[in-house]
Nanobody
Framework: NVQLVESGGDSVQPGGSLRLSCGAS????????MGWFRQAPGQAREAIAT???????YYATSAKGRFTISPDNAANTLNLEMNSLNTEDTAMYYC??????????????????WGQGTQVTVSS
């Protein structure tokens, strides 16, 4: 029984930083598709940062240069460092995992397990 729990969401001002973390039970990060998605009200869920089975990261254009995805094998967490946040980053952020073994970029359909989400609000 896989469970994912996100933490770290908060309200910050534009230009601020946050670090999201995803803890897992019944699952070991690494070697499979894993990642972070976000969904703003009225919008579709989108991939922000994912990592394939080889550990190759993918970043959405909006996240490149500002966000960093990193698994912590010792703690069995998946982290997302977010810098230079702007109002368009406001959304619910979800951690996702799977037992899909992919050498290509992992997409939404590759993921089976989802956390409950953590809210990130960027406003002045």
């Amino acid at each position: 029984n896989v469970q994912l729990v996100e933490s770290g969401g908060d309200s910050v001002q534009p230009g601020g930083s946050l670090r999201l973390s995803c803890g897992a039970s019944g699952y070991k990060f690494g070697g499979y598709c894993m990642g972070w998605f976000r969904q703003a009200p009225g919008q579709a869920r989108e991939a922000i940062a994912t990592m394939n089975s080889r550990g190759v990261p993918y970043y959405a254009t909006s996240a490149k240069g500002r966000f960093t995805i990193s698994p912590d094998n010792a703690a069995n967490t998946l982290n997302l460092e977010m810098n230079s946040l702007n109002t368009e980053d406001t959304a619910m952020y979800y951690c996702a995992a799977s037992f899909s073994y992919m050498h290509r970029t992992c997409t939404l359909s590759d993921f089976t397990y989802w956390g409950q989400g953590t809210q990130v609000t960027v406003s002045s």
